[in-house]
Each structure stands twice: as structure tokens, then as C-alpha cells.
């Protein structure tokens, strides 16, 4: 399994925009931070038109819903706007839709690979942290853990991880 390769799936159409979906569990808290953090740094790059950025959730429960207060504090103080984020569900459609899926947590992959409706889907999944460069290769599970059960600091922890793995993740999509 390559869920921690950096080399980064062909995509399904060429001349379509890099459809990059960024998946966690309740969709509140760590894909839509990594999403807006993403889309932030693409449009400061000037390849926001190049590459789509979408969130999903494994789980139903918030589907509608707006992030988690923490979450859409912490993303303001540090000078991004979480307004616009509605949660959604991820489903099968979403392989065919985005050419890279990125899992926050090893849970999160498996549960997106359960939904994989073939090799080539499996493929285009990665764990999220695979482009963190603090992260060595030994590491066989770099995941983004899961701040929604504890207190402020783990969602500064978490941003700061999501803001380094997404400078990382940018300049991989730009070298393609
Ligand atoms: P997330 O955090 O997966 O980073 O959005 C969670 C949010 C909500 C729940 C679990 C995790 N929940 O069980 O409702």
C-alpha cells in the first residue's frame, strides 16, 4: 500500500483542474482547516485555478453544519476566513470527482479505501502527513490527530502541522 508515497496519482482528465480532496471524520475540524489553509496558499501561488480543493467527512453527523468553533477560531486569528465550509459526506463518487485523496488519520484511509470501487481509486489515496517534512520516512502513520475531544492547544498543534504539510503539499502540486 502507498499511502505514504509523495508521488501524486496521474489525473483522471488533463486540462481539468487537480481535484485534491482532503477527507477527516466528522468534517468539522481538520479537512476543512487543511482545505482553507490549501485553497489559501494555492491562490497566493497563483494556482488556485490549476487545482480544486474539496472536504468530505467519513461520518454524517455535522452535515450541513459549519466548522467547529475552535477550529474557525483558531483559522481566523491566524488570518483565514472558515465562513464558507458546509460539512459533507464522503462517498464513492468522490474518487471519480478529485484525482488525489488525502486522509487525515489512518482510520480515516481505511475507511476511505473500504469505499474504493477499484485498484485505480485505491491508488489516489494518501494519508495527508506524507507531505509533512518533519515527518520522516520511517514513520508509517503520520497522522493529523484528532483535536474535536481535547482542549484549544490541539488545534493550534494541528495548524501548525496542516500550515507546514501544505507548503510542502503546494510545492509537490506545482512541480506537476
Ligand atoms: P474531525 O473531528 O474529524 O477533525 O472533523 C471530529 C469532529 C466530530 C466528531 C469526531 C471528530 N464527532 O464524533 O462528532
Known amino acids: 500500500m502507498t499511502l505514504t508515497t509523495r508521488q501524486l496519482p496521474e489525473p483522471h482528465r488533463r486540462g481539468s483542474p487537480y481535484g485534491v480532496a482532503l477527507v477527516c471524520l466528522g468534517n468539522i475540524c481538520r479537512s476543512p482547516m487543511a482545505a482553507i489553509v490549501l485553497r489559501h496558499r494555492l491562490d497566493k501561488e497563483g494556482l488556485g485555478d490549476r487545482v480544486?480543493?474539496?472536504?468530505?467527512?467519513?461520518?454524517?453527523w455535522h452535515v450541513g453544519q459549519g466548522m467547529d468553533e475552535r477550529a474557525a477560531g483558531k483559522?481566523?486569528?491566524?488570518?483565514?476566513d472558515p465562513s464558507g465550509h458546509r460539512a459533507q459526506t464522503f462517498d464513492a463518487s468522490w474518487f471519480a470527482r478529485y484525482d488525489l485523496i488525502l486522509a487525515m488519520d489512518g482510520s480515516n484511509a481505511e475507511d476511505v479505501l473500504a469505499l474504493a470501487p477499484n485498484e485505480d481509486a485505491r491508488s489516489r489515496v494518501r494519508l495527508f502527513r506524507a507531505f509533512d517534512p518533519d515527518v520522516g520516512d520511517a514513520v508509517e502513520m503520520p497522522e493529523v490527530p484528532d483535536p474535536w475531544y481535547g482542549g484549544t492547544d490541539g488545534f493550534e498543534e494541528v495548524l501548525t502541522m496542516i500550515e507546514r504539510t501544505v507548503g510542502a503539499l503546494v510545492a509537490v502540486l506545482a512541480d506537476r
Open 75 to 80: 483559522l481566523t486569528e491566524a488570518g483565514y
Open 52 to 60: 480544486r480543493v474539496g472536504s468530505p467527512g467519513t461520518g454524517d
